[in-house]
């Protein structure tokens, strides 16, 4: 047992490791993860800010869409991040990963423990203009959003370790960008996923994304800012056979799909030679 423990703890620390002194090392896409989510924010928040009614979600679009944003921002970079798997067995980094005394079980925990903590980062630099959009970040919330963050990146990490493994050239790697976009937009990030037809409803309520992104709003926007109340909120949050899922229940939720997607793709990747 206790070699067992060593072997998983070896394989996740050498690989969380790596990816982070290898994100670190690159300027580019440690400018680009801090840059890009704010460009989000700026171009679709501030650019349907004086568009979308205010009375329609109840405070600014630029606020209402705010949690949508770091949602988005965190999505992207734990999905590609998981799927750079696929990258290291090109380059063979994989292989000799394979070689060493480590599980393999470690390795994927590695994978999504370095997607995660990027992750954060990004959401980190976002946190930064909270006060800026009137959004107030303080007392119990922060350890509600961490607790969110890590449902969330340790679920999409694992799709994107899923996804990694099955890919087999690089021209399939486009698959990645294929599947974000739909996760994406069927989240509930910038719409209600009630107000919809009924078979995107469906589709909307079977994605991982779309109850931690209800749990996100929920947490930034009704429990702290008073001019947003739950009940502004209800068309936008999610409801299963009529039962609305709060802060707690869109969390179990989620760690549902984590566990999920982590075990298939701990399945995918077993089968790995």
């Known amino acids: 047992m206790r070699e067992s423990f060593a072997e998983h703890y070896r ?3 050498a690989v969380a490791y790596r990816d ?3 994100f670190s090392r690159g300027r580019v896409a440690v400018f680009s993860s801090l840059i890009l989510p704010l460009g989000f924010l700026v171009f679709i928040g501030i650019g349907l800010d004086d568009v979308v009614d205010p009375s329609a979600v109840g405070a600014s679009y630029l606020k209402f869409v705010y949690p949508g944003m770091i949602a988005m921002a965190l999505s992207q970079t734990a999905l590609f991040g998981g799927a750079q798997i696929f990258w290291d067995r090109q380059y063979g980094y994989l292989k000799m990963m ?7 079980l470690g390795i994927i925990g590695g994978k999504i423990t370095a997607v995660t903590v990027i992750s954060l980062f990004q959401v980190a630099a976002m946190l930064v203009v909270a006060p800026f959009i009137g959004v107030s970040v303080t007392g119990w919330v922060i350890p509600a959003l ?5 449902l969330f990146s340790v679920a999409v990490g694992s799709l994107g370790v899923l996804i990694g493994v099955r890919i087999r050239s690089p021209q399939s790697a486009q698959m990645v960008g294929v599947v974000t976009f739909p996760l994406t937009f069927m989240s509930g990030m910038f719409f ?11 589709l909307a309520k079977i994605n991982p994304l779309t109850y931690p992104v209800a749990g996100i709003r929920e947490v930034l926007l009704s429990r702290t800012d008073p001019d ?4 502004v909120l209800e068309p936008f949050a999610v409801h299963v056979f009529g039962y609305r899922m709060g802060a707690w229940e869109n969390a179990l939720v989620a760690a549902g799909f984590g566990v ?5 793709a701990t399945w995918s990747f077993s089968r790995q030679e």
């Open 146 to 150: 961490f607790l969110y963050l890590v």
């Open 260 to 264: 999920v997607l982590l075990a298939a």
């Open 228 to 231: 947003v109340s739950t009940a």
């Open 192 to 202: 209600p996923v009630n107000s919809v037809p009924t078979w995107l409803e469906v």
């Open 11 to 13: 394989g996740l620390f």
């Open 98 to 104: 394979l070689a060493a005394p480590v599980s393999r």
């Open 20 to 22: 982070l002194i290898s």
